[in-house]
C-alpha cells in the first residue's frame, strides 16, 4: 500500500508544476511500520519543514527498509542527520539493491531463466548480474537460487 503524507495543514498539496495532488494523510499520523520511506519536496522543502518533521524522520528511519529522497528533500535528510555514510546512498546503488532484489525473488519465487531474469531486472546480461551477485552476496545466481528457491504451491512456473 502507498500512502501520501504532507507537512502541511491542509491535505490539497499544489506543485509549482502546476500538479496538484491530494494526501491521505499528515505526516504525524502515518503508521510507523512501513517499508519504505520515500521524502519529496521542491525548493521550498526547508521553509515549510521544521524540528518537528526532522524528529518525525529521525524516529522513522530505523524502522524502514528503504529510504530515499527525491528533489531537493536529500538536503532536509541531511539536515535530519540521516544522510551519511551509513544510510544514504547514491541513486546508482539504490538502483542496484533494487535490481538485486527483484533477482532474488525471481530466483527464490520462479523457475524463469537466469539470463531472462538478468534481462527483466535490468543488469543486461547473465554476466553482470552473475558478477553483482558475487560482489554483493557472496554468490552465483545458480547457488543462490539452489539454496533459496521456494518450492511447493508458492513457485511460478514459467511456459
Not at 510507523?32 to 524528529?55: I, Q, S, W
Not at 532484489?101 to 527464490?108: D, N, P
Request: hydrophobic share 40%; charged share 20%; proline share 5%.
Amino acid at each position: 500500500m502507498i500512502e501520501l503524507a504532507t507537512t502541511g495543514d491542509e491535505l490539497f498539496i499544489s506543485g509549482q508544476s502546476g500538479l496538484s495532488i491530494v494526501a491521505h494523510r499528515h505526516y504525524s499520523r502515518i503508521d510507523p511500520e512501513m517499508d519504505t520511506l520515500l521524502v519529496m519536496g521542491g525548493p521550498n522543502a526547508r521553509k515549510t519543514c521544521g524540528v518537528p518533521v526532522f524528529e518525525w524522520l529521525r524516529q522513522m528511519a530505523p524502522g524502514v527498509r528503504r529510504m530515499g529522497s527525491v528533489c531537493t528533500v536529500a538536503l532536509l535528510l541531511a539536515e535530519a542527520g540521516l544522510l551519511n555514510r551509513d544510510m544514504g546512498i547514491t541513486p546508482a546503488r539504490y538502483i542496484l539493491q533494487l535490481r538485486l532484489e527483484a533477482a532474488r525473488k525471481s530466483l527464490e519465487q520462479t523457475d524463469t531463466g537466469i539470463e531472462q531474469i538478468a534481462g527483466d531486472c535490468g543488469f543486461g546480461s547473465v554476466e553482470v548480474l552473475r558478477r553483482s551477485f558475487l560482489r554483493h552476496l557472496g554468490t552465483t545466481p545458480a547457488l543462490y537460487r539452489d539454496r533459496f528457491r521456494h518450492s511447493g504451491p508458492g513457485l511460478v512456473r514459467t511456459p
